[in-house]
């Protein structure tokens, strides 16, 4: 087998739509393949970056215009019995594919891959190869006429109609660009006698810790020689088999046993060793030659299973590993760049790096997006993150009719197999929020007798995985009630199955995370806007001025091209004011609401994981951005974590310690997801913001490996005397340091924080710098904005909240030369305390009511649209 690659001599042209004359006026562009047409024409400055202020919409044209990629191929003669093919591993979407002016094909599927027997063409003539693309939203536009309108989350525009990347179409985090281009590789294969056309390796784990694995091929054969027999061997770990494919026969299989085999684990339950696969395709006529054909991935052997059955509180929701129920704390992930082809293996390396530094031990591929590239998932192996991936299915009725019916299952069926050798995948989902649309959202009046999708979650999906990979569980959709008996019983309920939970952030305060206690919450979260580079180098005023000098900043309407969220900085405010206050100046305000998104989702993680084994995992809303905007996510898309990611970290450490609200009293919750015991002491005291001791008590705490301890904390303990001046504290030691927690009993907006409560100074120190921070009195959330000072500045740490006469060291690490006197004062130096000192702007609620505590409002948007 022969292979070579096809990535250069490309160029791409408008041949069709509303194209500017600059770009008519460019001619052929010089192409990158992979690449995208978008990336093309910013590499030749045709068009303006559309992540920059609001340059999307001056690219909004693209949406109707047809491009051709071209390129010229001189295929070599073929040898005797030699086939020769042309693949196209992604086409991005709507395509014709011609040689010599000869179709070879079409696509209309961004999600599958093209294969072309072009043998007769191999005969050392120069051909052009070209790639014609149609507007994907015209051909979208089209199929809908013919099938006839289905309902989505972003109606009217068509991304259910079509193979491509729903989120390319716009999200409510994500710009609308409706890219073009040739996002995968495309090369030329030559190969004799046959090929191995599919590779399906079931491996598991027996509970004796046999490890097997079943290697099933399908063969494709070159119809050039006689169709005589193969030999398919496979070999792991020392293991090996062979088997003979008889003359004719299309498909075969081997079995490999390993006993005692190395065993892989999620990150936190053990270790992750990977094993080397190979298959080999040889003829069968017992000579040395170089095999026909080989194939090589890296397994884990390890099982897992999904237990939804019922008990006194529903139905579970818990992934078991190698036989031990996992706690899952997990993240969603969208796409890292919305033009795809920009995303290396470098970048998700950091990404991945930053979802295990946060303690996050899953991610889940959410189905508006795409199936990730192999190096996701290979990172994902060696990291232990688990992934559950949704098929590409997000918030919306999807026609079960052609020509969607037959792409939807080969993607499915192309998609299984390619991702089944990585021992990370452990889930398969329906899609995203479809039957909890149905049911919720008014398709059902909209719909009538059309078909929506069921279908495709309920048989389709289910019998393919039945039939290809059935060694991994499938969930019907996100959110889904495993079964809907009594047959009214809501698919989005908290005490069955997959749960999302976006009253909190649409309409509620996030202090009714509480009122609930899902069995898993696949879905929650909280706006906040970029770290402050991030946001000022993207966005300028409309006047073209530095955004921080516009007069109202957050109502800049560049700045709400970056806020996709309907009423978006409406509900920001509103979920403020009951705890930090709004404040008037922009650098406040963009603080306030990156602690106000830290502190809701630490909020929903300590009560989440307090219920565990009742709550079995949360998947937060979400770890990563795919281009610079106010969104849900921990980590922007420069790459910056914002304060949630360090909020994520803490909340989600193995040994953790928190103090909650239970049955009307206060408790103190120890959470311990490691293999080996913790007990202690734990030393609580009650007082005062200037550190006086108002009671104070010793509680004996043990917590059992991967159990929760809650215990009740007294009432001289918990109930104060001065509610705006006090506050209560906890600390257990742990073999890994101590561990600690704290509460106020009040809000931030009535406790009476000193806004000068730390000093601080800074010095050089290898790599960076240092900065210690002493309190003179109660400090909450003392953060460090190094981004501020300089574009490569990383803290290691944020949030860090510190009684009276305690301190803390900072350590940030830098290329730059600073002024150690930035370091240690606003706005780089940060805390709760210093809002108390800032002027706050009133906020009401929708009718008119002031906004107080535990209470908030949100527009009338149906369900989360995620």
């Known amino acids: 087998m022969q292979h070579h690659t096809l990535a250069d001599g490309w160029t791409v042209t408008a041949t069709a739509g509303p194209v500017p004359d600059a770009v008519l006026a460019a001619g052929p562009l010089a192409a990158e393949v992979p690449g995208s047409v978008h990336t093309d024409l910013l590499d030749a400055g045709l068009i303006p970056d559309p992540y920059l202020d609001a340059h999307e919409e001056s690219v909004r044209w693209f949406h109707g215009t047809d491009w051709r990629y071209e390129r010229a191929l001189t295929l070599e003669p073929a040898a005797a019995g030699e086939r ?7 086409v991005d979407t709507v395509g014709t594919v011609a040689l010599g002016g000869r179709v070879l094909g079409t696509s209309a599927n961004m999600h599958r891959s093209s294969r072309y027997d072009v043998r007769d063409l191999a005969d050392g003539a120069a051909r052009a190869l070209t790639v014609d693309l149609r507007s994907a939203t015209a051909y979208a536009d089209e199929v809908r006429d013919v099938l006839g309108d289905r309902p989505s989350a972003y109606s009217p525009v068509p991304y259910n109609f079509v193979r491509k990347m729903a989120c390319s179409f716009g999200w409510d985090w994500g710009p609308d660009l409706r890219t073009a281009g040739l996002w995968k590789p495309v090369r030329v294969e030559r190969w004799s006698v046959a090929r191995l056309a599919r590779v399906r390796p079931l491996v598991t784990l027996d509970p004796d810790g046999t490890g097997r694995v079943a290697v099933h091929v399908d063969v494709e054969r070159s119809g050039l020689a006689p169709a005589g027999p193969l030999t398919l061997r496979a070999a792991v770990l020392g293991a090996s088999a ?8 299309s498909s075969a299989a081997v079995a490999l046993a390993v006993p005692d085999a190395p065993v892989w684990w999620p990150a936190g339950y053990g270790e992750q060793p990977l094993a080397d696969l190979d298959v080999t395709l040889a003829a069968d006529d017992g000579d040395d030659r170089a095999p026909l054909d080989t194939w090589h991935r890296r397994v884990g052997f390890r099982s897992v299973a999904l237990d939804t059955a019922d008990d006194e509180h529903g139905a579970r929701f818990t992934l078991v590993v190698n036989g031990r129920p996992v706690a899952v704390r997990g993240a969603n992930w969208i796409p890292d760049d919305h033009l795809l082809t920009r995303i290396t293996r470098e970048r998700l390396a950091r990404r991945l790096d930053q979802a295990a530094g946060a303690h996050l031990n899953l991610l889940r591929v959410w ?6 590239s192999d190096d996701f998932y290979a990172l994902c192996d060696e990291r232990g993150l688990l992934v559950w991936q949704d098929f590409l299915l997000a918030c919306a009725a999807y026609p079960e009719e052609e020509p969607l019916r037959s792409e939807i299952e080969a993607e499915a069926r192309e998609n299984v197999v390619r991702l089944m050798p990585h021992p990370s995948l452990v889930l398969w989902n329906g899609g995203n929020e479809n039957v909890w649309g149905h049911e919720d959202w008014g398709w059902k009046a909209r719909l009538g007798d059309a078909t929506w999708g069921r279908w495709y979650a309920e048989e389709l999906f289910p019998a393919v995985l039945a039939e290809l990979d059935p060694t991994r569980p499938y969930a019907t959709n996100s959110p889904f009630t495993p079964r809907r008996d009594p047959a009214d019983v809501h698919p989005n309920d908290p005490d069955r199955g997959t749960h999302h939970q976006w009253e909190v952030w649409n309409r509620v305060d996030y202090t009714a995370y509480r009122s609930e206690i899902p069995r898993f919450c696949s879905e929650f979260g909280f706006q906040g806007p970029p770290a402050w580079r991030t946001l000022v180098e993207s966005v300028h005023a409309v006047d073209g001025g530095p955004l921080a000098d516009a007069p109202v900043p957050q109502e800049d309407p560049v700045f709400l091209v970056h806020q996709k969220a309907e009423d978006g900085n409406g509900k920001l405010d509103r979920g403020l004011a009951p705890h930090l206050g709004v404040p008037r100046d922009f650098a406040d305000w963009h603080w306030a609401t990156q602690l106000n998104q830290a502190r809701a989702v630490r909020y929903a993680v ?6 565990w084994p009742r709550t079995a995992g949360w998947v937060v809303w979400q770890l990563n951005d795919c281009w610079p905007v106010t969104s849900w996510a921990a980590v922007d898309s420069a790459e910056r974590p914002k304060p949630l990611w360090y909020a994520l970290r803490a909340a989600g450490q193995p040994r953790a310690l928190f103090l909650a609200e239970r049955d009307g009293g ?5 959470t311990n997801d490691t293999d080996e015991p913790w007990a202690g002491t734990a030393h609580v005291r009650r007082e005062t913001l200037g550190g006086v001791t108002a009671a104070a008590a010793g509680l004996a705490v043990t917590v059992e490996p991967r159990s929760v301890a809650v215990v009740p904390v007294p009432a001289d303990l918990a109930t104060p005397v001065d509610a705006g001046g006090e506050v209560l504290a906890a600390s257990l030691a742990a073999p890994d340091g101590d561990r600690r927690a704290t509460r106020a009993f009040v809000e931030d907006v009535d406790l009476r924080l000193d806004p000068a409560a730390v000093r601080a100074t800074a010095a050089r120190e290898p790599g960076g710098y240092r900065v210690e921070v002493v309190a003179r009195s109660y400090a ?12 490569d500045a990383r803290v290691d740490d944020a949030l860090v909240t510190l009684l009276a006469g305690e301190r803390a060291t900072f350590h940030v690490t830098t290329d730059a030369v600073l002024d150690l006197a930035d370091l240690t004062a606003a706005p780089v130096l940060r805390s709760a305390n210093d809002l108390r000192g800032v002027a706050l702007a009133g906020v009401v609620l929708a ?3 002031p906004v107080g505590a535990g209470v908030g409002a949100g527009g009338a948007d149906l369900g989360s649209a995620r």
């Open 666 to 670: 206060l408790v103190l919750v120890a």
């Open 242 to 249: 062979s088997v003979t494919v008889p003359a004719g026969a």
């Open 84 to 90: 020769v093919d042309l693949v196209l591993d992604g």
């Open 847 to 849: 009718d008119g009511a």
């Open 367 to 372: 189905g508006g997006g795409i199936y990730e």
């Open 780 to 791: 909450a959330d003392v953060t460090l904005h190094a981004d501020r000072l300089a574009p």
């Open 606 to 611: 300590e009560h989440y994981r307090a219920w």
